[in-house]
């Protein structure tokens, strides 16, 4: 590895990819991590991608793109997918191949909000339980894991203010990878100098590519019971107020902020008061309220379950046997329009036997005295 410098500006020649210009020298850890890594590194031409994580064709296809984008020396990679598609859980397998074929060491997720980080760790531990994971949002006393999540804000703060016995901790070669999710809005603005300052391969994430964002201010969640006192001047602090599960129902009424880059699983109904225009911000739109939570899951089990059970050599499940094979499908219950909901209602229902809850509460109905 060769650095080259005149004073001002500093450029690298790793004899790998193109010589490029970096913030400062690596100090001599990064560089002994390089060379370990570069000793154990592995071809990415034949990989096998962890299906339980990343089971779907397109996402496995995602990984084995970036990882041959990666093999040809190249370090940037977007990857475009539509909200709701899986885009943590591609990141999350390509993570662990990168892992597994010794390109990576440490790796650093960034997002623009709280809330996304914090959804994005609890992905990774989930799924990837064995690697070591520290939000810094959160955690201040635990800088040395192998998978850092941050905030762009606390990120730049914490490269000039982390430190250990060797001087700073978070070095220009100190990740090997860094994630950057919502990129359309991120990696453009203020926050690029964190891109620039870390010399690692970079994976933006995004189902919205464009080159410019706008995002009104005058958007605000609020509670239909206490309108005017639950008006809420600071965008970020309504988002989380309004993510939060176990509040009572909640209503936000937004202009532009809750259809990009906001992840609130809990949102269960959508009301548009006016046309969207652009088909991308249509389906981002749709992508807040289609995300299977675990009391979404739970309602499509028992449906499922209500669903199975007629005889369907019964000639009245026969006369409605197209709706009926549609949601005796989990796939039935990826995103469920209109029209739908009526022909659950009108086709479907009239088939299912009631649960006893339901059965007693029908039957009680003929002993009601009368007023």
């Known amino acids: 590895?060769?650095?080259?410098?005149?004073?001002?500006?500093?450029?690298?020649?790793?004899?790998?990819?193109?010589?490029?210009?970096?913030?400062?020298?690596?100090?001599?850890?990064d560089l002994e991590k390089l060379f370990n890594l570069r000793a154990m590194r592995t071809s990415l031409k034949y990989i096998q991608v962890d299906r339980n994580i990343a089971g779907r064709y397109y996402q496995e296809r995602a990984i084995k793109a970036v990882c041959q984008a990666f093999g040809q020396n190249r370090r940037k990679a977007l990857l475009v997918m539509a909200t709701g598609s899986g885009k943590t859980r591609t990141v999350i397998a390509l993570v662990k191949v990168l892992f597994q074929h010794g390109w990576v060491k440490n790796d650093l997720f960034l997002a623009d909000r709280n809330s996304l980080v914090t959804?994005?760790?609890?992905?990774?531990?989930?799924?990837?339980?064995d690697l070591s994971v520290t939000n810094l949002c959160e955690e201040k006393d635990n800088y040395t894991a192998h998978c850092v999540f941050s905030s762009y804000q606390t990120m730049m703060n914490c490269i000039d203010s982390v430190e250990d016995g060797e001087g700073k901790l978070f070095t220009v070669g100190h990740f090997d990878l860094d994630i950057c999710d919502e990129a359309h809005r991120s990696i453009y603005n203020k926050y690029r100098d964190i891109f620039n300052y870390f010399d690692a391969p970079l994976v933006g994430l995004t189902a919205t590519p464009r080159r410019s964002w706008r995002c009104s201010a005058r958007s605000t969640p609020i509670c239909p019971a206490t309108p005017r006192s639950n008006y809420i001047t600071y965008a970020q602090s309504a988002i989380d107020e309004f993510s939060d599960?176990?509040?009572?129902?909640?209503?936000?009424?937004?202009?532009?902020?809750?259809?990009?880059?906001?992840?609130?699983?809990?949102?269960?109904?959508?009301?548009?008061?006016?046309?969207?225009?652009?088909?991308?911000?249509?389906?981002q739109m749709i992508g807040r309220g289609t995300r299977l939570t675990p009391f979404r899951e739970k309602l499509v089990s028992e449906m499922l379950a209500k669903v199975q059970r007629p005889?369907?050599?019964?000639?009245?499940?026969?006369?409605?046997?197209?709706?009926?094979?549609?949601?005796?499908?989990?796939e039935g219950y990826q995103t469920i329009s209109y029209e739908d909901t009526l022909h659950l209602q009108?086709?479907?229902?009239p088939l299912l036997q009631p649960d006893m809850d339901e059965a007693s509460a029908v039957a009680d109905v003929d002993n009601i005295p009368e007023i």
Not at 317 to 330: N, Q, S
Not at 346 to 349: G, K, N, P, S
Request: one cysteine or more; a positive charge; hydrophobic letters at 45%.
């Open 119 to 129: 959804q994005a760790k609890r992905s990774f531990v989930n799924l990837l339980p």
């Open 1 to 29: 590895m060769i650095f080259l410098t005149n004073g001002f500006n500093t450029r690298l020649d790793d004899g790998i990819y193109p010589e490029r210009r970096v913030a400062a020298f690596c100090s001599k850890r």
């Open 245 to 283: 599960p176990k509040k009572l129902p909640q209503i936000a009424i937004s202009v532009d902020m809750l259809d990009t880059g906001i992840d609130v699983p809990e949102v269960l109904n959508l009301v548009f008061f006016k046309k969207v225009m652009s088909k991308a911000k249509f389906w």
């Open 346 to 349: 009108d086709e479907v229902a």
């Open 311 to 330: 005889d369907w050599g019964n000639f009245a499940v026969r006369l409605h046997l197209r709706y009926v094979e549609k949601f005796a499908d989990p």
